[in-house]
């Protein structure tokens, strides 16, 4: 079944406001309300930009998102961290090598003097 975009924000703004007046379970209490399935209503929360126990949006404003993280600090995407002290990783055992072969080079010299 298709459902209209008006359709699709209704069940949205219905998740928001049960979310902030409960805390949670706007997902679920959305899917029983409108007879939709509960994978259907998160793919248009997350369409829809909304995210967290609160329904805060992705699309709110940066100081609004920094007072919902823990310290005010933000976390790093487990995949983009994992990237990227892999790519560092890799890039240290690149200088490694590179200093081993110097250092090898540099031991065959010594022993051909000998």
């Known amino acids: ?16 406001k ?3 007046e409960n805390g949670r379970g706007g997902q679920s209490a959305a899917a029983k309300e ?13 369409k829809a930009g909304v995210k967290g126990k609160k329904g805060a949006s ?3 404003a940066p100081a609004a998102r920094k007072a919902t993280r ?21 890039q240290r055992l690149m200088e490694i090598q590179e200093q081993i072969e110097e ?3 540099e031991y065959e010299s010594l022993k051909a003097m000998l």
Do not use: C, H
């Open 1 to 16: 079944m298709r459902y209209s975009p008006e359709k699709k924000q209704e069940v949205v703004d219905f998740v928001v």
């Open 18 to 20: 049960y979310n902030q």
């Open 34 to 46: 409108y007879e939709l399935s509960p994978i259907t209503v998160a793919q248009w929360l997350k």
């Open 58 to 60: 992705k699309k709110a």
């Open 70 to 90: 823990k310290g005010g600090r933000r976390k790093a995407a487990p995949a983009a961290a994992a990237s990227s002290d892999t790519s560092s990783v890799l």
């Open 103 to 105: 250092l090898q080079s």
